[in-house]
């Protein structure tokens, strides 16, 4: 497990609904401290904690672990997951309208090439 991951995942999702560290450590029963090195991959929360902090910050236990799930992939994808995450709802479907069109594109001269 990369606690790490976990914690920036925990982190952005706290900044996205706007909440300090002291708000998620009261919904939690926690202290600002903990939080605080859950936050910074130093503090390793429990079952039970994790599951508490996805309900205070209204998601899924899945979803604050995706990175770790994704560990076995390569740099490049988890590069990239981390950096979608961090974008809003335009940058990604600007950036999937790229990828879709790159695609097409690449699949083309591939025929192509078979082809010849």
Do not use: W
Request: proline share 1%; charged share 30%.
């Amino acid at each position: 497990m990369n606690f790490i991951l976990l914690g920036k995942r925990i982190r952005d999702e706290r900044l996205l609904l706007r909440l300090t560290l002291e708000q998620v450590a009261e919904r939690i029963d926690k202290s600002i401290n903990f939080v605080g090195q859950i936050e910074r991959g130093e503090g390793k929360p429990s079952i039970e904690t994790l599951v508490d902090i996805a309900n205070a910050l209204g998601t899924t236990v899945d979803s604050l672990l995706r990175e770790n799930l994704i560990a076995h992939e390569d740099n490049a994808i988890r590069e990239i997951t981390t950096l979608l995450y961090s974008m809003d709802d335009r940058g990604k479907d600007f950036i999937l309208d790229v990828v879709k069109r790159h695609n097409f594109h690449y699949n083309e001269y591939i025929d192509k090439q078979g082809g010849e």
